[in-house]
C-alpha cells in the first residue's frame, strides 16, 4: 500500500508541474516558472523514495534523494527573492 501512495505523490507533483509549466506559458509570470521548478524537484524526490524503500530496500538512499526537493526548493527560494516585478 506505501508503494501506490509514493507513486500517486509523485504523479501528483508532476500534475502540479505541468499545470505550472501551462500556467506559464501562457502568462509568462516567472514565479510560476520557479514554482514549476520546484514541484520537478519534488516528484524527483517522491520518485526516489519509492525506489529507496520499495525496489533497493537494503540499501539507504535517503541523502540521494533529498538532493532534488533541496534543488527545487533551492529554484523558488531564488525566484522568489531575486525576481522583481
Known sequence: MA???YLLCALTSLACA???WRG???TRV???LWTCACFLGLAANNALLFVDVQLV???DL???RQIPAL???GL???GMVWERR
Open 62 to 64: 535517503a541523502t540521494i
Open 18 to 20: 505541468a499545470l505550472l
Open 57 to 59: 530496500p537494503e540499501r
Open 71 to 73: 534543488l527545487g526548493v
Open 24 to 26: 506559464w506559458r501562457r
Open 30 to 32: 516567472r514565479l510560476l
Open 76 to 78: 523558488l527560494l531564488y
Open 3 to 5: 508503494a501506490v501512495v
